[in-house]
């Protein structure tokens, strides 16, 4: 359900605000999700109350197939943060440590009792939504450019001058073998039995 998480997060807050837990709250959300009814309840609820939730959302630019300009009037969507009183901070969703730095600010706000706060990441979808949809309507332009900045590629830039190639390139050929090993574990081990329980199966000829 496109925007779920919205709400939920924020009930979430809403129960560690009551019992005093300390915790908060995230819940990341795409373009297509902002525009929904659920997000501005939730939204207006977390400011009014001050709840300790941040909402981290991925602009990726597309809602399903959708782009966003036919999705909104705005074109940076945490401008609506500010009817809700909550801070907002737009960063490049492709760099990893932005992204860190944005939303770690906004969790400590909200733990200090402060109230909720959004970060807007900007990215964009390179591919299709899911199985079901392969892509097609991004401009060819526009994925190559995106794809240039990866976030892998962008985090690898910025840690090659302290790190340095070797090391760099032997935790890349680390983490390809573990993937490698786990694929090939995955396709030798045998299928799993599917167990149908005939008592919670409305279908089942024998009700
Ligand atoms: C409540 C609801 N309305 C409509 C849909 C159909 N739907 C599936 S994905 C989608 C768009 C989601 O857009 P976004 O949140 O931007 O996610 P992204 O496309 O970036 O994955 C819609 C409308 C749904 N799953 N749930």
Redesign the pocket.
């Known amino acids: ?4 998480g919205i709400p939920a997060a924020t009930g979430m807050a809403l129960s560690m605000q009551i019992l005093g837990t300390g915790n908060v709250a995230m819940c990341v ?6 525009q ?1 009814g659920i997000c501005h309840e939730a939204m207006n609820m977390a400011g009014l109350w001050k709840l300790p939730v941040v909402f981290v959302l ?1 602009h ?1 630019q ?3 197939t ?1 782009p966003s300009e036919v999705q909104s009037p705005v074109e940076d969507l945490s401008i609506r943060a500010a009817g809700y009183a909550m801070p907002a901070e737009i960063v490049d969703g492709n760099d990893a440590v932005a992204v860190y730095r944005a939303v770690s600010a906004m969790v400590e706000r909200a733990r200090r009792g402060e109230g909720p706060g959004m970060v807007e990441c900007k990215t964009y ?1 390179i591919e299709g ?1 899911s199985t079901s949809d392969m892509g097609g309507y991004q401009k060819s332009e526009d994925i190559a450019a995106w794809k240039a900045r990866d976030p892998l590629l962008v985090s690898r830039k910025a840690l090659l001058g302290d790190v340095g190639e070797a090391k760099l390139a032997g935790i890349e050929a680390a983490a390809k073998a573990e993937v490698d090993e786990a694929f090939a574990a995955a396709l030798s081990d045998p299928m799993p039995e599917f167990f149908v329980d005939e008592a919670c199966n409305p279908y089942s000829e024998a009700h």
């Open positions: 359900i496109v925007g779920a959300f795409g373009d297509g999700a902002a929904t991925e990726n597309f809602g399903l959708v979808r939504f």
